[in-house]
């Protein structure tokens, strides 16, 4: 079994592990119901996806690492709910330049800031971006165009969220994208963008929990000077926000 394998093997049994999917399903219902449709852009082996679709909502998934892309057509083969587009997504169309982490595969990123960022960070070391790939780049509104507004947007993209926020005109009902400590810039970024689309009410989850960590919604300036206070071993987490205040409401 290559390394590559081993990785996925790993991030299958830990993305899919017992209880999990209820705890998901509990937590995404709030932002979906059956028939919507939502976006997974940085689907990974699709444990978003897979909730989005027990909660009754259409799935356009959006993993660019052609690897990852044959696990997940295996995943929901013969689901007509479920439509892959391998492309990565972005400010606009084109091309660019995915860079691999065959160890660590949910760790690949179109951003070289992203792996610089990483470079000596405590939590980071021992990852290693040793391959690339030229891969189409779409957009949000692109996407939309070709397959309708989605209700809910997941974006988990390793610091490339706010190029991805930056081919987006029409806001969905609700959004999350993932931040981490060591781009906190990319998160005020994020947020400063999603203000301009009409997004007033954030709230947050640190890690892979499904429970926010704000007891309210917030704006987005309390939103960043949140995260930037967090500490470097919080790590990761993601950014909700909704047109629906009362949707992040714990």
Avoid at 202 to 216: V, Y
Avoid at 222 to 230: E, N, R, V
Wanted: with cysteine.
């Amino acid at each position: 079994m290559t390394g590559f394998a081993k990785a996925v093997g790993a991030s299958l049994r830990t993305y899919y592990a017992p209880g999990r999917a209820a705890l998901l399903d509990a937590f995404h219902a709030r932002f979906l119901r059956p028939g919507d449709l939502a976006f997974d852009v940085g689907t990974h082996v699709g444990d978003r996806t897979a909730s989005f679709r027990r909660l009754g909502a259409r799935v356009v998934a959006v993993e660019p690492q052609p690897r990852l892309a044959r696990a997940l057509r295996l995943l929901f083969r013969g689901d007509p709910g479920v439509t892959l587009v391998q492309a990565l997504v972005g400010a606009s169309a084109g091309e660019a330049v995915l860079r691999l982490n065959t160890a660590n595969p949910t760790v690949a990123t179109a951003s070289a800031d992203f792996i610089a960022a990483a470079d000596g960070a405590p939590g980071w070391e021992g990852q290693r971006w040793d391959a690339e790939i030229a891969r189409p780049l779409t957009t949000l509104d692109a996407l939309a165009m070709r397959h309708g507004l989605p209700a809910f947007v997941k974006i988990d993209v390793e610091g490339f969220e706010a190029a991805v926020l930056r081919g987006l005109t029409r806001p969905p009902r609700a959004l999350s994208f993932e931040f981490t400590t060591i781009q906190r810039g990319v998160a005020a970024d994020c947020l400063g963008l999603l203000s301009a689309l009409g997004y007033r009410a954030f709230n947050a989850c640190l890690g892979e929990g499904m429970a926010f960590a704000h007891p309210a919604p917030v704006d987005a300036a309390a939103m960043s000077a949140w995260i930037a206070a967090l500490p470097h071993a919080a790590n990761s987490g993601d950014v909700y926000c909704a047109l629906a205040p009362e949707v992040l409401v714990p």
